[in-house]
């Protein structure tokens, strides 16, 4: 069994606003990064992980929408790495690979979604990621550069980023043992040695964060109907 865990629980400080419920190509936000999971053939349960008090909101998103597969709703932490591993406390019985995403990552794809599966499956932990093309700098003041960074090895990772279910509790539990906050799943996978696999992200899979945003996803969810 394979199941999706859509972090929903922050609190979308950079928008100001509640950015998972704002309208983008007619729907909300959570709607559409909840339909590429819910249409997703290789899917087969659903977590959404939300803030307390949240619960009617995304009850009433799915009644909405009428998403088909089996869902929960689970109240995060104060951290993502919390809301996560409350998440993976809730994945059922029969569980082998955990999809971990972003719920205000709307435009990710079948393909990558099945991809990414594969290659946890094989490897044990995959991430979505592309090549960084732009020039990259290090600055500790973040007024002087310091060095230039070698771009040719770096990646910029996304979600969703995907694991067995076993590598993962592991990973976040070993983290936590350890008093340490990452904000990003793989991190904690470094911990324990978990070799990660990287999966080229093509097409555009931007998150929502900042009002500039939306026009872009906007675009790009018009143009996968």
């Given at each position: 069994?394979?199941v ?7 609190q ?5 606003k509640?950015k998972?419920?704002l309208?983008v190509?007619g729907?909300p936000?959570i709607?559409?990064t909840w339909q590429?999971?819910d249409?997703?053939?290789?899917i087969?349960?659903?977590?959404v992980v939300?803030?307390a008090g949240?619960?009617?909101?995304f009850?009433?998103v799915?009644?909405k929408?009428?998403f ?11 951290e993502?790495?919390d809301s ?9 019985a029969g569980t082998?690979?955990?999809?971990i995403?972003?719920?205000a990552?709307?435009c ?7 991809s ?6 094989e490897?044990?932990?995959?991430v979505a990621?592309?090549?960084?093309t732009?020039t ?9 550069i310091?060095?230039?960074l070698d ?8 979600t ?7 590598v993962?509790?592991r990973?976040?539990a070993?983290?936590?043992?350890k ?8 991190a904690a996978?470094e911990l324990?040695s ?5 999966v080229?992200s093509i097409a555009?899979?931007?998150?929502v ?7 872009f ?9």
């Amino acid at each position: 069994m394979n199941v999706a865990i859509l972090v929903a629980a922050g609190q979308g400080a950079r928008m100001g606003k509640d950015k998972l419920f704002l309208k983008v190509a007619g729907k909300p936000v959570i709607a559409h990064t909840w339909q590429r999971f819910d249409e997703s053939r290789v899917i087969d349960e659903i977590i959404v992980v939300i803030r307390a008090g949240m619960e009617k909101k995304f009850l009433a998103v799915a009644k909405k929408f009428q998403f088909q597969k089996k869902f929960q709703i689970v109240v995060g932490g104060a951290e993502r790495q919390d809301s996560v591993w409350n998440g993976l406390q809730a994945a059922p019985a029969g569980t082998e690979i955990v999809a971990i995403h972003d719920a205000a990552r709307p435009c990710v794809s079948e393909e990558l979604i099945a991809s990414i599966i594969k290659h946890a499956e094989e490897t044990g932990a995959a991430v979505a990621a592309h090549p960084v093309t732009d020039t990259i700098k290090q600055s500790a003041d973040g007024r002087l550069i310091q060095q230039t960074l070698d771009r040719s090895k770096l990646w910029a990772v996304e979600t969703p980023q995907t694991f067995r279910l076993d590598v993962i509790r592991r990973a976040i539990a070993t983290a936590r043992a350890k008093k340490m906050i990452f904000t990003d799943d793989t991190a904690a996978c470094e911990l324990i040695s978990q070799p990660v696999r990287l999966v080229s992200s093509i097409a555009p899979n931007p998150k929502v964060t900042v009002p500039g945003d939306l026009p872009f996803v906007e675009t790009l969810l018009r143009k996968s109907k």
